[in-house]
């Protein structure tokens, strides 16, 4: 990348959108504009409408101003400290090459890192912290355009980073809702997809999984044909879920919360329409069992 001023900025994640959020409302708490809270956090305005607007970087040690500059309460300026850390710090993430993950997809796994609960609903695949190796590098030779061969590895290896979060000492929650239909495509043959139920069997085992199949006998459901994410932050001063709406080659994030709740709601009735935990464990034993 060149300098000069044709040189565009980065756009911020959404981890730095999500802390400049609680920024603005700590000051919409306050009568103070941009200029009266510079004054008295010793910085200029530009710099504080930098920070509202999430330009890179958001410091730990300027939350803590700002939190004294708000006189907000230690457990709040605390939390939001822990986030603005974690939002700078460097993750798994950073060994990541070029091109084996959208800009997107990197931003939704470290929103993932740091998440506490996870809502997912998918129609035809499994979803990709329930994938087996084989499963997931069979989806990616499926890519248009076709992925590089050197980004391959990767990109699984990324898979596998992702799906540490099943098991670490704060495991998320994760509760995944997909159609018969991801249960039957047989993504990589046969044996791939035997091995892939196998594993969807042992994840369902875990205290934080719950796993939920939606039959073909349902007809229509909510939001068919519509597969989506919604991200919980439990604990965290910015709280509030983020949905995300995966494309080819890119993702939609909904960040407010009007534009989440339709998939909120959509997910709960879809609990309504999936079969049970118990009987979903149930079919795909059997399908399991069953000679292909």
């Not at 009568?31 to 200029?44: F, P, T």
């Not at 708000?70 to 822990?82: H, K, P, S, V």
């Amino acid at each position: 990348m060149t300098d000069g001023p044709a040189t565009e900025a980065p756009s911020p994640n959404v981890r730095l959108r999500r802390i400049a959020r609680v920024l603005r409302e700590w000051r919409a708490r306050t009568d103070y504009k941009q200029e009266d809270v510079a004054s008295r956090a010793g910085w200029s305005r530009a710099k504080q409408s930098r920070l509202e607007a999430a330009t890179p970087p958001i410091r730990p040690a300027d939350v803590v101003t700002l939190a004294l500059v708000y006189g907000i309460d230690e457990e709040e300026r605390e939390a939001l400290f822990n986030s603005a850390q974690i939002a700078q710090a460097p993750g798994w993430w950073e060994s990541v090459k070029e091109g084996a993950l959208d800009a997107d997809v990197l931003d939704y796994v470290q929103l993932e890192a740091e998440a506490t609960k996870l809502r997912t609903f998918k129609v035809d695949v499994v979803p990709g912290l329930l994938q087996t190796l084989e499963y997931g590098a069979a989806l990616d030779r499926a890519s248009v355009p076709a992925l590089p061969v050197e980004a391959e590895q990767d990109r699984l290896d990324a898979r596998m980073h992702r799906q540490g979060r099943l098991t670490d000492d704060t495991p998320l929650q994760v509760e995944a809702i997909l159609t018969e239909a991801a249960l039957h495509v047989e993504v990589g043959g046969a044996e791939v997809m035997r091995r892939q139920r196998g594993r969807l069997l042992e994840l369902a085992a875990l205290p934080n999984v719950r796993l939920r199949v939606i039959p073909a006998s349902a007809g229509a459901y909510p939001a068919t044909g519509v597969p989506f994410s919604i991200l919980g932050f439990e604990g965290s001063p910015a709280d509030s879920d983020v949905g995300y709406v995966e494309l080819l080659g890119r993702g939609v994030y909904l960040e407010r919360a009007e534009d989440v709740r339709p998939y909120s709601l959509a997910f709960g009735s879809l609990r309504n329409v999936a079969m049970s935990p118990r009987e979903t464990v149930e079919l795909i034993s059997v399908l399991s069992n069953t000679t292909t």
